[in-house]
């Protein structure tokens, strides 16, 4: 055991200052897996809220309200310019719309029932009807949002009725009768409000117990039965975590021949180990490589890309099954060819046709009927099958048997079939 | 120490070595002498179980067949080709073929420090191996085989491709292995080497062996006469002869405008055993 595990310290010693084979092994496929992953969820995850420009022409304390509540908004990006600069903004794409706030809407805000209502001013391409839309309701919602924390706080709604009340008095072009209603009105809603504050519902200043809401929403969660991925990452990163162990089984098939070629192979036949040793040795290297490779990339996709599986213990299965397996492969990589030169060709085109057909470079998903039933030949299919399967494709363990069984028994056959047919000395190669 | 007994190995129509008895006594350092393709590393490879031979056995006298893990332990080896791993250091290179060796703890601390100290690279046994001149490399190929103490040596072509100085100092290296009681088979192409070298020299050629002996006995039965060449009257004449002395002094002072003598070497053995030069 100690011999074999001398052996593995060296391959991973080896690998480790191999900057090529480092890149190729855990960079490479780290990179594809949040290429395709953000390339196919369309925007990174930053960008899912519209852009905006905010002009700010009123400059009163409502207005700035208005700005820090979009700005606090997830569903809006707001960058604060001038009207020109957010028009050319818009017009050269850099920003959906330009949202503008012209002089008088504090004014506008602050009365209610007489006067013109505030004016927003949206600017977009005519053509973007359906961001237009969007935009508009969720500035409505904002303006209404508003309104809301105004009649749930017993303290400002009456100060905001005696301002109203002041303003009624020297609000010109209204007449007189309907200046009149609207006093009573809001003579009688300053009763109703003094007369909560007066019941003792109102300890509270803050939200009085009568206070205004135009309805009490209560969530209950139900979670709904998903189908599929949850986002891009749940599929790119499986594929990553192939890519990965393609190429460390390939790297270490390669390390395997040019132990033989470089003669130190003969060395490592010296020492009194049998050569089932000296291959359980290399073995064990890219085992362990294929297993810590794995799952540094998996946590990568768990902590910064939302890849999170239904399973942990059906993830580390699936992956301690691919490891088993891609150890198999790697073994008759190295037996593939009588040359160095020949066990590189041969393997990467072995790779290459691995993963192409077993949903490496194309989704699984996304294949036609016929091509995901020819996949069933590749390993990598099996491979993603088992780890899609403990991430987002709900396999209870019933199911993930059969891919993780497939993967073992590929690593059993593999590497007794390399361990028979592979050459010990350059002379018989 | 060694004995190989009608060994004998082929790949397809090639017959690398052919009816091959050898016995290298302990302490011994014996020489295999032959040009390149002669069997030299086809017989290191048999002598070590690293080959099965199509006929033949291999022994280590007292302990068996190389092919026993067990016995194989008690065999260094430096190959012809630098089996050692660039982008480890000295140190872990040694380090790594002593565990594989059984060696550990304090004894492999100490085994490793002594065979940097024997090959002086010590000052850079930390440094990768990758950035090592051809010799310092050539050297630590030797340290390897060394490392865990072996009675047996087959030192397979081991100054191939080294400056004269690296050269040397693997010479140094070889007869102070020598002097610690080792047995030692040393493969060469190099005539020098093995008259310096060896006690024993075999010459071999197309998987024979051609002869077998001391180097002088080599010489005086294979070798041929030694050759005067004398300028005279502004023509050379080469004059084979038992005695060059007597016949230079038959030839007497007259006209004699210089001479030289050629005594035969291990060259000269070969050319006459095979008729061609050994480095043909």
Excluded at chain 1, 94 to 114: D, H, I, K, N, S
Excluded at chain 2, 37 to 42: D, F, I, L, R
Excluded at chain 2, 120 to 127: H, Q, S
Aim: charged share 20%; glycine share 12%; net charge positive.
């Amino acid at each position: 055991m100690g011999t074999i595990l001398a052996m593995m310290v060296k391959d991973l010693k080896l690998l480790a200052r191999d900057r090529m084979g480092s890149i190729f092994t855990f960079i490479f496929p780290l990179v594809m897996a949040i290429f395709f992953g953000t390339i196919f969820s369309g925007t990174g995850p930053a960008s899912r809220a519209l852009t905006l420009a905010l002009v700010d022409e009123d400059g009163t304390p409502e207005s700035r309200a208005f700005a820090d509540t979009l700005g606090a908004s997830p569903e809006f990006q707001i960058e604060p310019m001038t009207r020109e600069a957010a028009r050319e903004a818009v017009r050269l794409g850099r920003r959906t719309a330009y949202v503008a706030l012209p002089p008088g809407f504090g004014e506008a805000r602050r009365r209610m029932f007489y006067g013109e209502p505030p004016e927003i001013e949206v600017g977009l391409d005519p053509s973007r009807e359906a961001e237009g839309g969007m935009i508009q309701g969720l500035l409505t919602r904002h303006l209404s949002q508003q309104m809301q924390e105004l009649f749930g706080r017993g303290d400002r709604m009456e100060a905001w009725i005696e301002e109203t009340r002041a303003s009624l008095d020297t609000a010109r072009g209204l007449p007189a009768e309907r200046r009149a209603t609207i006093q009573r009105f809001f003579g009688e809603l300053g009763r109703f409000q003094a007369s909560i504050r007066d019941s003792g519902a109102g300890a509270d200043s803050g939200r009085a117990g009568g206070g205004w809401q135009p309805a009490r929403f209560r969530t209950a969660d139900i979670a709904r039965v998903r189908r599929g991925p949850r986002n891009a990452y749940d599929v790119s990163f499986p594929q990553g975590v192939m890519w990965a162990v393609l190429s460390t089984a390939y790297g270490f098939a390669l390390s395997l021949v040019m132990e033989r070629t470089r003669g130190t192979l003969v060395r490592l036949r010296m020492a009194p180990i049998s050569r089932g040793q000296i291959l359980l040795g290399k073995a064990g290297g890219c085992l362990f490589t294929i297993v810590t490779v794995s799952t540094v990339l998996l946590l990568i996709g768990a902590l910064v890309f939302n890849v999170r599986p239904n399973s942990w213990g059906l993830l580390a299965a699936a992956v301690l099954s691919s490891a088993i397996g891609f150890v198999g492969i790697m073994m008759l990589i190295s037996v593939m060819g009588r040359s160095q030169r020949g066990v590189s060709g041969l393997g990467w085109a072995a790779m290459m046709a691995m993963s192409m057909t077993g949903g490496a470079m194309v989704p699984l998903f996304v294949m036609p009927p016929w091509m995901q039933t020819a996949s069933q030949i590749s390993p990598v299919r099996w491979g993603i099958i088992a780890i899609e399967g403990a991430i987002w494709r709900d396999f209870t363990v019933q199911q993930m048997l059969l891919p993780c069984a497939i993967l073992v028994a590929i690593g059993v056959v593999g590497f007794a079939v390399g361990v028979r047919v592979f050459r010990w000395t350059e002379s018989e190669a | 120490m060694l004995r190989l007994t009608g060994l004998r190995k082929t790949y397809g129509r090639i017959v690398a070595v052919d009816g091959l008895d050898l016995e290298v006594c302990a302490g011994e350092m014996f020489g295999l002498l032959g040009p390149n393709g002669a069997g030299k590393s086809t017989t290191v490879s048999l002598a070590i179980g690293l080959l099965e031979p199509d006929a033949g056995r291999v022994e280590i006298v007292g302990f068996g067949s190389p092919a026993d893990p067990a016995v194989r332990a008690r065999i260094g080896v430096a190959p012809q080709a630098l089996a050692i791993y660039d982008d480890l250091s000295a140190e872990e290179n040694l380090a790594f073929f002593g565990r594989l060796q059984g060696l550990t703890g304090r004894a492999l601390v100490e085994r490793v420090r002594w065979a940097l100290d024997f090959v002086g690279l010590v000052p850079r046994a930390r440094d990768r191996v990758s950035t090592y001149s051809g010799g310092m490399k050539r050297r630590l190929n030797l340290a390897v085989a060394v490392i865990h103490d072996p009675p047996l040596l087959l030192l397979d072509e081991p100054t191939v491709g080294v400056d004269p100085q690296s050269r040397n100092a693997i010479f140094e290296n070889i007869l102070a292995l020598k002097r610690q009681g080792r047995t030692i088979v040393y493969t060469t192409h190099y005539m020098e080497e093995a008259e310096r070298l060896c006690d024993r020299v075999g010459i071999l050629d197309q998987g024979k062996l051609l002869a077998l002996d001391t180097v002088p006995r080599l010489v005086a039965s294979h070798g041929g006469k030694s050759v005067l060449i004398v300028a005279r009257d502004g023509e050379e004449d080469r004059i084979e002869a038992d005695d060059p002395v007597a016949e230079l002094a038959r030839l007497g002072p007259a006209n004699l405008r210089g001479f030289r003598m050629e005594r035969p070497d291990l060259e000269k053995v070969f050319l006459n055993l095979t008729g061609r030069h050994l480095r043909d």
